[in-house]
């Protein structure tokens, strides 16, 4: 309800996309006729309705944006990419996710659709066969067929790992197109060659790796904190030692790495080894364990999707904007908090709002808070908008971490987990 409050004041429709996730969104079967991607296939449909009926709302079909966050950001890359979605929007907001990063789209969704269509007792072969098996399956069948991979867990389904989740999108050409062929980098630059999309606005958040990293208590805000989350007490703990592990054992295996493990590793502990602190010394490693979690996860992918567009596409419109306003102290440790905004945040949300209304319109946010939005043109100075209880541009965070990310995405890291 506040996304349509903040826009709908500034003559901007906001329409809700509902979807399937899950088994029921992304199973994928990949022998024969495939089947996968109905979540994308719910959201182009959504797109296809939007743009016949938006009119009737006094909405126009040739000025729409898609904007989606973290999977949903993962959603909107696709559709950049699809070109039976493209048609369908002019602009795109990608807030926190990318296709290239490594938990978007893994081969293991077809490995662990198989298990459950195998605790459901649907085998067979013929895609049509067993999409039949399927749609007879009880919903409560299906849950406890999915349920017999968690060993009886209550956590939701995810590993442990940079392939996180179980259901992901897949790179297939029944959504993506024909004429498919090579490594999923070499389908991507195609895809993004031949995009219409005419401008991007990428949002990114400070210590985003924080996700994963901070145990507050609390089962929501900590979801995904399960296996490498520390309390606020136990960070200072957190050592050297506990951080070349967490390299060895989740960032950098022979499934993310293959063949060029030692050389990944190698420019990742030379990187975020040899980091200097500002302050906070006592809980160092505990920051560079978020800084690494919030790169791996969600910066490097992202920039390095900008890096490339900038030599396929030069003539897209790329913006970024770094999320970096502090949050009160106690929010993350309670489930539930009343809807209330104070000045300083109403002032924030206006900034941002503002500048996102014009991208909205104009596919270009002008300026945000009086400050120029600039566009990303160079890979060696990456410029961004800061957005904070101050709005001002910046062109170094993201410098470093793009050269590195280069490097190890060009060394193949995740090629052996694509889908």
Known sequence: ?????????????????????????????????KIGNLGLYDQRMALKFVNKYIHHFNGDPERVTLWGNSAGSVSVHAHTLAPKSQSYFQYAIQSSGSLYNLWSHTKNTYTVSKEVA???KC????????????????????????????NG??????????????????????FFGDNLEGTTNEKIEKLTRDSKVKSVMYGLTKGEGLLFTLQTGNPVSSVFATELGRTVKQQDSYTEENFKNH???????????????????????????????????????????TDIQTDSQFAGGVIQEISDKLIWRPEINNYIYMFNYYLTDCVPYFPYFKNQTNSVERDFINKLVDAMAKFVKHGDPAQAAGV?????????????????????????????IAALWKNIYASGYGKNMDS
């Not at 072969?125 to 406890?144: M, N, R, V």
């Not at 566009?375 to 957005?387: G, Q």
């Open 1 to 33: 309800m506040q996304l349509a409050e903040h826009f709908n004041s500034r003559g901007i429709i906001v329409v809700i996309v509902q979807y399937r996730l899950g088994f029921w969104g992304f199973f994928s079967h990949d022998d024969g006729e």
């Open 118 to 120: 195998r605790n459901l």
């Open 123 to 150: 085998t067979q072969t013929d895609s049509a066969e067993l999409k039949k098996c399927l749609k007879d399956a009880p919903i409560f069948k299906i849950q406890y067929a999915i349920n017999e991979l968690t």
């Open 153 to 174: 867990s209550t956590r939701a389904p995810m590993r442990s790992g940079m392939d996180l989740f179980w259901w992901t999108p897949v790179m297939d050409e029944e």
């Open 247 to 289: 390299l060895d054992s989740f960032v950098v295996t022979q499934e993310t790495a293959g063949a060029n493990l030692t050389i990944i590793k190698n420019m990742l502990q030379g990187f975020y080894l040899n980091k200097t602190e500002a302050d906070g010394t006592e809980t160092k490693w505990y920051r560079r364990l």
């Open 372 to 400: 120029a939005w600039p566009k990303v043109t160079s890979t060696t100075k990456i410029e961004y908008l800061m957005v904070g209880k101050k709005v001002e541009t910046g062109s170094s965070y993201y410098n470093n």
